[in-house]
């Protein structure tokens, strides 16, 4: 069966091989379309099934396996029922041609293959365009278990043979070799829907670039190059398209190049997306723009978009509104009359500069509150008089003219004379504000007063007729300055505004801004009734809201406008009614919001298209706000998961179902996530599903900005690593046979080892007698014949001396490394940090000439031979303490950090270095990487360190650059198992 096994394998790898040339060499080609097309594929189909079947695995002459029902099967399932046919013919024709005891049988397999095939994608479609691995390995099931059943029709004794000889290896590789290809084809399929869906995409964007009416501009925010500019922008600026593609930002905008350079920073680290710049056209003039301003990647560049719009005539109308709104404060100084509006859901008021003159009471220290300016400003004989007439308001909704008496700070009493306006009231019905006017008739009620009593009745008669006449005057007076105020502000009004007839719907009025607006002429609207500026699909529309009785103050829409030139906009209306030239009309105030429309919408359709992605993505997405809310789920997440959408609001409920109790610390996790600024991959979790089954997945995630209401989101994505890891746990149960073996060399190794002690032992003996030797008589020399020795010979004799030293050092830490090999490990828990202190102090004893600043971390403990993992700490730190000691400000930096089931240990300095080109001799025997003469020592400890790591079970690597020193790294198991032991 063995050899069986190795042959399917074989031919079931050439299957897979000719799979991916034939992927690769029509990458640029779609698998389906035009039947032409589809006959093609076909055909290369069915030469890929012939040229496996020359490859077959013989059970006895005429009887021959291979792959080709592997083919076909994947072929039914993927390319469609025209190219599986055609592959069906050409390899049952091979089959036929090749004759023999089993011929028919052939044909019967390649037939039942391509039709289970056919029908299996029929039937499990979603899930074989999803690229499920289980649907696949059952496809490969059900085939080779019929093409088995069909090997009941040979002779008895044949059918036995195949069903020992081969039978178990058929089901063992070709469901694998049938899910292997389904993964392959899948995944080109799905490439080609995804390039399709790409193309539309993009030109969906150009289309919008190039057909919006707004100007817009593409930058580089590298060097402000203008990358590309829509039609509208080529008509707003005035140069010819490719002169503006020519052109920087620089040219165009009035600031200087550097403050350009600080806002294109901005808007490309969306700090600022809203700016105000005054802008040059062709045409040499300026003008004044507010750009909308954000990053956008196009392939791998990340660029800006610009979008312009012209507000040069709303700053202008703005300036004209604000002169006007000062002439009008004047006019209320001179004729001391102050206007106030009154919110009453909020019971707070808001008055005019007079009104604060009127009752002397200081701006800064009013707070607007109603029932306190009652109490404190109100005469006490005259509150309960102004508490009913608000009241009224309330009630009657019917707001009442009255005089009444108030008390300023500094006890002067003046009355006035309130007189409201027209009451406002909400969409519910209930009063929401009322605005007035009030004069201060003090000192005209003093004068009548003393009047009254210095004359007769008569007189007084008189002067009060007088007075109606003079009251009736200044009515009149303040009337026309009234009209005046009103017909300035409706003319200067930037926005369009105009007067109709509630019986006749024709215009009675309109102010400039409609008609630069909407086109028509003063003369051409007044012969017109509002119907004209609308569609004739809004007429029924409009009458049916003119039925309604709006109220005094209605704000609609928005509707859809029409102009002269027959171009539509969309405009929100505020409408007022009022009596005007003994006519009931009412007044209205258009404000265009077309663009804003516009850019609402096409928000929309971008928002729509990320949920599409993300709910249709085939792989486990999941898009989450910093306050836990699950923002969006793709279907991949809750079919592997078996959890809806419902069940999954929050991230709270997820970890909870899928961590049990370890959720708290994936939490913490996951908070952490919306600090970053790049995309991270956080390794593997195992998660339970609704069925309980553990499944391992891997995660990864980035930041992907904010919601509307500043909320920083995070999207998670997961690979589903379950099959690796059973892969993993199948490699390592071949690895406990293995280690069945290794156990019956062990002795051999233990008896190896006691000789190699011994003769260590002999060699190190021997070896040292001579050092001694050489040593005590180049000491004698020294001490005796010293006066007879130049300074040359002398030199040389320190050298002999210290080289003899050095030689006893070197072998001895080649026999501490020979041991180590062979020294048993004893795993225990223990405290790192105080490990490493000791090993400080110590090393700080040692170097009493350096003044090194140490910066320990956090330490987590770890499980080891604590002496064999001191030994790592002194080696590292004597190292990073020799090689910072010629800086004039030496560091070093001690951390550690848990990842992933290991306790990863760094030791920095900021020392000397070394090119990472030499990296890989640095923890060999015997490697240095600066002289001895620079720094002493043997080239062993840094070897000792790798080898006393890797028996733990960990690694060991290093980071540097030359003159900017080194970083040595090494890991920890953090949960060995007991009594194992990793090999060096």
């Known amino acids: 069966m063995s050899a069986a096994l190795l042959s399917l394998v074989q031919n079931a790898a050439l299957l897979l091989a000719l799979a991916a040339v034939y992927d ?121 278990v019929v093409m088995l059943a069909w090997m009941l029709l040979l002779p008895w004794t044949s059918a036995q043979r195949v069903f020992a000889s081969v039978g178990a290896a058929v089901l063992l590789v070709h469901p694998a070799a049938t899910a292997a290809l389904g993964l392959l084809l899948s995944r080109r399929l799905r490439r080609e829907r ?14 919008l670039f190039e057909n919006d009416h707004v100007p817009m501009l593409i930058v580089d925010p590298e060097d402000g190059a203008i990358v590309d500019a829509n039609p509208a922008a080529v008509a707003f600026y005035g140069w010819p398209r490719e002169r503006l593609r020519a052109m920087h930002v620089t040219e165009i905008n009035t600031l200087s190049p550097a403050e350009v350079q600080t806002e294109m920073a901005r808007a490309q680290a969306e700090a600022r997306n809203h700016f105000e710049f005054r802008h040059r056209r062709a045409d040499g003039s300026v003008r004044e723009v507010e750009v909308a301003s954000g990053p956008i990647i196009f392939g791998r560049r990340t660029l800006l978009y610009s979008i312009v719009k012209d507000v040069t005539e ?58 306190g300016v009652i109490a404190r400003a ?31 700070p500094d006890g002067s009493v003046r009355t006035v004379r309130g007189e409201a306006g027209d009451l406002v009231v909400g969409p519910d019905g209930s009063p929401e504000r009322l605005s007035g006017v009030v004069l201060d008739v003090t000192d005209f009620r003093a004068s009548e007063e003393a009047l009254r009593r210095s004359v007769a009745e008569l007189e007084r008669t008189s002067a009060a007729l007088l007075s109606v006449v003079e009251d009736h005057q200044r009515a009149e007076a303040a009337l026309r300055q009234s009209e005046q105020d009103y017909r300035l502000l409706f003319d200067a009004n930037p926005n369009p505004m105009w007067i109709y007839d509630l019986e006749t719907l024709g215009f009675l009025e309109v102010n400039h801004a409609a008609v630069q607006h909407y086109g028509y002429s003063r003369q051409e609207f007044l012969a017109m009734t509002i119907e004209r500026i609308r569609p004739a699909e809004e007429w029924p529309r409009l009458r049916a809201h003119l039925r309604q009785a709006p109220g005094t103050i209605q704000a609609s829409g928005p509707w859809v406008h029409q102009r002269k030139d027959g171009s539509c906009l969309q405009v929100e209306v505020r409408s007022h009614s009022l009596t005007w030239r003994c006519r009931q009309t009412r007044l209205v105030l258009a404000h265009d919001v077309t663009e804003r429309e516009a850019a609402r919408r096409a928000l929309e359709e971008s928002e729509a298209r990320l949920r599409r992605a993300i709910v249709e993505s085939p792989v486990p997405i999941l898009l989450h706000a910093e306050d836990g809310t699950v923002v969006q789920l793709s279907q991949a997440w809750c079919h592997i998961t078996g959890y809806s959408r419902d069940e999954l609001r929050t991230v709270s409920e997820w970890t909870r179902r899928a961590y049990g109790t370890d959720a708290p610390r994936v939490e913490a996790g996951i908070r952490t996530l919306f600090d970053l600024d790049a995309r991270v991959t956080e390794g593997e979790f195992p998660i339970r599903t609704r069925s309980g089954e553990l499944r391992i997945w891997e995660f990864s995630s980035s930041p992907v900005g904010r919601l509307p209401d500043g909320r920083r989101l995070v999207i998670s994505m ?81 050298v002999v001396r210290s080289e003899a030293v050095r030689m006893g050092t070197l072998i001895d830490d080649l026999l501490r490394f020979s041991r180590l090999g062979r020294q ?10 105080a490990l490493v202190e000791a090993v400080v102090a110590e090393c700080r004893a040692r170097h009493l000439g350096t003044d090194v600043a140490v910066d320990l971390g956090d330490l ?101 650059a030359p003159r900017h020193g080194a970083t040595f790294h090494f890991t920890l198991p953090l949960n060995p198992a007991p009594g194992t032991e990793a090999l060096t």
């Open 24 to 144: 690769l060499a029509t990458s640029q080609q779609p698998l389906g379309g035009r039947p032409l097309r589809q006959v093609l594929v076909g055909l290369l189909t069915g030469g890929v099934g012939v040229a496996i079947m020359l490859a077959p695995v013989v059970v006895e002459p005429g009887l021959v396996f291979d792959s080709r029902s592997v083919l076909l099967a994947i072929s039914g399932a993927f390319l469609g029922p025209l190219p599986t046919v055609i592959a069906m013919l050409v390899t049952a024709a091979f089959r036929w041609s090749q004759g023999g005891l089993a011929t028919g049988v052939g044909v019967g397999v390649i037939v039942s293959s391509g039709l289970i095939g056919g029908l299996w994608g029929r039937v499990r479609r979603r899930s074989l365009d999803a690229g499920r691995l289980a649907d696949l390995y059952a496809l490969g099931v059900i085939v080779h």
């Open 824 to 833: 048993p490990i004893h795993r225990l828990p223990f405290d790192t940090r």
């Open 194 to 207: 995804d390039a399709e869906v790409l193309v539309e995409s993009e030109s969906r964007h150009r289309a």
């Open 860 to 960: 987590p403990a770890a499980s080891g031979d604590p002496a064999l993992l001191r030994q790592v700490w002194v080696n590292l730190l004597d190292n990073a303490f020799k090689y910072t000691g010629r800086e004039p400000s030496p560091r070093i930096a001690i951390r550690g950090t848990v990842e992933a089931g290991t306790v990863h240990y760094s030791v920095a300095d900021n020392g000397i270095g070394f090119d990472m080109a030499h990296a890989s001799r640095l923890f060999g025997v015997f490697q240095r990487l600066h002289p001895h003469e620079e720094f002493e020592g043997t080239g062993v400890g840094l070897a000792l360190v790798r080898r006393i790591v890797g028996r733990h079970g960990g690694r060991t690597w290093a980071e540097a």
């Open 314 to 371: 709303r700053r202008l109308a703005d300036e004209r509104l604000r002169d006007t709104l000062d002439q009008f404060e004047r006019a209320q100084a001179v004729a001391h009359l102050g206007s106030w509006v009154w919110h009453i859901r909020e019971n707070r008021v808001e008055w005019s500069p007079q009104m604060f003159a009127i009752f002397g009471v200081d701006r800064a220290a009013f707070d607007g509150d109603l029932a």
């Open 378 to 408: 109100i005469h006490p004989d005259d509150r309960a008089a102004v508490e009913r007439a608000n009241r009224r308001v309330l009630e009657e909704r019917r707001p009442t003219p009255m005089e009444y008496r108030v008390v300023r």
């Open 718 to 798: 997961a690979t589903d690593r379950t099959a690796r890891r059973a892969a993993e746990d199948e490699v390592r149960r071949l690895n406990a046979e293995l280690e069945e073996r290794v156990r019956a060399r062990t002795a051999e190794l233990e008896a190896a080892n006691a000789e190699l002690e011994a003769f260590s032992y002999s060699v190190s003996h021997d070896l040292r007698a001579p050092l001694r030797g050489i040593n005590g008589f180049a000491r004698i020399l020294e001490e005796e014949q010293a006066p007879r020795l130049d300074a040359e010979g002398r030199r040389i004799l320190g």
